[in-house]
């Protein structure tokens, strides 16, 4: 099984950036494609960012489009996003799994899930 370890979240001001990386430890990383969910409080666990096994095919969610990126490193087996121009509404819990590989509508989650690392924008 692949183990998947977050980092990166902590606290920032609206309009400030945070750096998320994914670390996994798993067999065939660059096989897998990845993907960031994040949960509020109260709120469902929503698809973010997710990006194919090469690199070459990225997923936005509608809210984050044009301010989050999502890249990944297959070398050191890690994926990050990266969050420019936070929101308040961006507080949560973010987490990275391996999502499906067809993205119609969305990328759905496809395997386990980590600890997550939160992610606080204050306003």
């Known amino acids: 099984q692949v183990q998947l370890v977050e980092s990166g979240g902590g606290l920032v001001q609206a309009g400030g950036s945070l750096r998320l990386s994914c670390a996994a430890s798993g067999r065939s990383f660059s096989s897998y494609p990845m993907g960031w969910f994040r949960q509020a409080p109260g709120k469902d666990r929503d698809v973010v960012a997710a990006?194919?096994?090469?690199?070459?095919?990225?997923y936005y969610a509608n809210n984050v489009k044009g301010r989050f990126t999502i890249s990944r490193d297959n070398a050191k087996n890690t994926v990050y996003l990266q969050m420019n121009s936070l929101k308040p509404e961006d507080t949560a819990v973010y987490y990275c799994?391996?999502?499906?590989?067809?993205?119609?509508?969305?990328?759905?989650?496809?395997?386990?899930w980590g600890q997550g690392t939160q992610v606080t924008v204050s306003s």
């Open positions: 990006i194919n096994g090469g690199g070459t095919s990225l």
């Open positions: 799994t391996v999502v499906s590989p067809i993205w119609r509508p969305a990328p759905q989650p496809f395997g386990s």
